[in-house]
């Protein structure tokens, strides 16, 4: 269970190195990356390499999930959703202000449905609580705690065959017969954050925030691995894998900030520390499955599977210590020049206690820079260039074969130049950016010694052009929407890369290989018309140009352009909602895990919901 962002060509969310809880990492597990909305005030999304702030980062940028806060006027949300595929939602959300120095919040959720897939469902269920505590003017202390369950059937998706996704119904699910017994999973995540503010002065400000976190992880799942086309009708061989971990995170970030001019100078300046661990308990098997649970790929006919993998891939302990130090300086010159300068170290150190081999271990010392420029002509434009480093550790496990070593961190250089446009009083924004990304230090084998340790001088390069729009248009319509060109590729590579096919397939150089699931152009508009009387409508599309499903680039996900709409209404405390998605009901693919795992999109969909408001 989990999400998947993909920001300028990079996967933002694999092993949560992209993603954020209020500022602070949630500690990567690829399988887990989950979040819910139903505790969230707004999500934000930074572009480009973030480790000045918030150290290992994904390269192409990060996500950040901001929880709500408790605040001073006393009121209740709760709201109720009904929609295709018998999916029902109830949420809960009750504000009370206790008195000024004190202010609560509970949010609550109960969601689940089938889906669109074959075989597919889904229970969650999640409690978040808040509180404000303000000990006077200088002093607030907020307090966070969630847990979120998640029950689910895990879905692989469908293969490609000559060059395409299958010709099959969307449908189509290829696992085992009983998925809800061998085919799922469930996940317990529960967090607690403490966050202390105290403005010292004026012109000074101290923040701390603690943050610990507990996961506990179970994931069964039957999965394609190879397409046969040696057999009467094409056939899919089937692997099966099983996953468990208990993971425990302890963070704590300290940041001290300070305003003041010097030599005319304007400063406002920032230093912190930061200090995270991370243990992680697991246990994973894997193995592919006898040719008897083979399956047609046009005529599937589910089979019971075994339930556990006959070989053990991992089983001990993963802890990670992380040290990061920074400072930052945002000077302003003037009224129209403004320049960042920041600098972080981290120190990484990682420990692998082995239970069924060798026990590993690595220590990394990597500083990241950055460095920006804005030049704000008048009032309603600006100019700005910008360059930073950040680093990535390569894996969740850090231990690759061959080699039997923990690799060093990637390295990101980012480099971006734009522009901001604030038209018609400030009612309509524009935006403009140019950006190329290199991540350097990628494993690539040795060529002298191909069965020997990895190189690490593998690279990919990302380059792009980036277009938004937000804002009203007057008369009641206002839209956002953005552009994007982007040229994601292996720009350096030892390796050598063939789809998992039989007959073998003639493998081909990786260097020159577009990344996967970045599509060159891709598109979003969204408008909504004030009706009057309370009544608003929306009308969307989406566009995402072709993509490859892996890096084999071997199975093209094709072009696809669809529609979405919104019918909206508020009406006192009351407010009505009715979503439809994929109004043509166009057959298209979202995304892929790789050649034999893709996901195809939802066909039409409808969702009704309906709020009420307590004041």
Do not use: C
Not at 166 to 172: E, G, I, K, L
Not at 254 to 279: C, F, P
Not at 455 to 461: D, F, R
Not at 560 to 581: I, K, M, Q, S
């Amino acid at each position: 269970a989990g999400d998947l962002f993909f920001i300028r060509g990079f996967n933002a969310t694999d092993y949560g190195y992209g993603l954020l809880r209020d500022g602070l990492r949630v500690q990567g597990n690829r399988y887990d990356t989950s979040s819910e909305p139903y505790g969230l005030e707004r999500i934000e999304v930074f572009r480009g390499p973030t480790s000045i702030l918030y150290g290992e980062n994904a390269p192409g940028g990060v996500v950040n999930l901001v929880s709500k806060r408790p605040h001073s006027q006393a009121q209740t949300d709760l709201a109720a959703s009904l929609g295709s595929y018998d999916a029902r939602r109830l949420t809960l959300d009750v504000n009370q202000p206790l008195n000024e120095a004190v202010q609560v919040r509970i949010n609550a959720m109960a969601d689940e449905g089938d889906s669109y897939r074959d075989e597919v469902w889904y229970k969650k269920h999640g409690l978040a609580l808040a509180s404000t505590l303000r000990f006077n003017d200088d002093v607030t202390l907020d307090l966070r705690a969630q847990h979120l369950a998640d029950e689910r059937v895990f879905d692989a998706g469908i293969p490609g065959i000559n060059g395409k996704p299958a010709d099959v119904s969307r449908s189509t699910y290829y696992g085992s017969a009983n998925p809800g017994d061998n085919d799922s999973g469930t996940s317990a995540d529960s967090t607690f954050q403490a966050d202390l503010k105290v403005d010292l002065s004026d012109s000074l400000q101290l923040r701390n925030t603690l943050s610990y976190r507990t996961l506990d992880l179970e994931r069964n799942q039957t999965t394609i691995n190879r397409l046969l086309l040696n057999t009467a009708t094409p056939t899919v061989r089937l692997s099966r894998s099983n996953f468990d971990s208990q993971q425990t995170d302890l963070a704590n970030k300290l940041e001290l900030s300070k305003q003041v001019d010097w030599l005319g100078i304007q400063h406002e300046l920032m230093v912190g520390a930061e200090y995270a661990i991370e243990e992680r308990d697991t246990l994973s098997r894997g193995s592919d499955l006898p040719a008897a649970y083979n399956q047609s790929v046009y005529n599937p006919v589910l089979k019971s599977v075994p339930y556990s993998a006959a070989s053990v891939r991992r089983d001990g302990i993963y802890e990670t210590h992380t040290a990061g130090y920074y400072i930052q300086d945002l000077m302003r010159f003037n009224e129209h020049w403004v320049m960042l300068l920041g600098l972080r170290e981290d120190q990484l150190e990682r420990d692998f206690d082995n239970r069924v081999g060798s026990d590993y271990s690595r220590e990394d010392d990597y500083r990241s820079p950055r460095a920006g420029l804005v030049y704000q002509p008048n009032d309603w434009s600006s100019y700005y260039l910008s360059a930073s480093r950040s680093y990535q550790p390569g894996s969740a496990t850090g231990v690759i074969d061959p080699g039997n070593a923990i690799q060093p961190p990637e390295i990101t250089t980012s480099y971006e130049l734009g522009s901001k446009l604030r038209l018609n009083d400030g009612a309509l924004e524009l935006g403009l950016s140019l950006f190329q990304i290199i991540k350097e230090n990628v494993p690539t084998r040795d060529p002298s010694d191909p069965n020997g340790p990895s190189l690490y001088v593998g690279e990919i390069t990302a380059e792009g052009v980036e277009l938004s729009a937000l804002g009203d248009l007057g008369h009641g319509l206002s839209l956002q929407g953005g552009l994007t060109y982007l040229d994601a590729r292996v720009t350096q590579s030892n390796n050598t890369t063939a789809p998992a096919i039989t007959p073998t397939q003639p493998a081909t150089p990786l260097e020159g290989k577009r990344a996967a699931n970045a599509p060159r152009f891709s598109a979003t508009l969204w408008g909504v018309k004030e009706l009057g009387n309370g009544w608003r409508v929306g009308l969307g599309v989406r566009h995402q140009g072709d993509s490859f499903a892996s890096t084999t680039n071997a199975v093209t996900l094709p072009a696809y352009t669809v529609l979405d709409a919104g019918l909206f209404h508020e009406r006192g405390p009351w407010a009505f909602a009715l979503n439809a998605r994929n109004l043509g009901n166009k057959t298209y693919y979202e995304s892929a895990t790789n050649d034999l795992g893709i996901l195809p999109g939802e066909p039409r969909s409808l969702q009704f919901s309906t709020s009420y408001r307590f004041e």
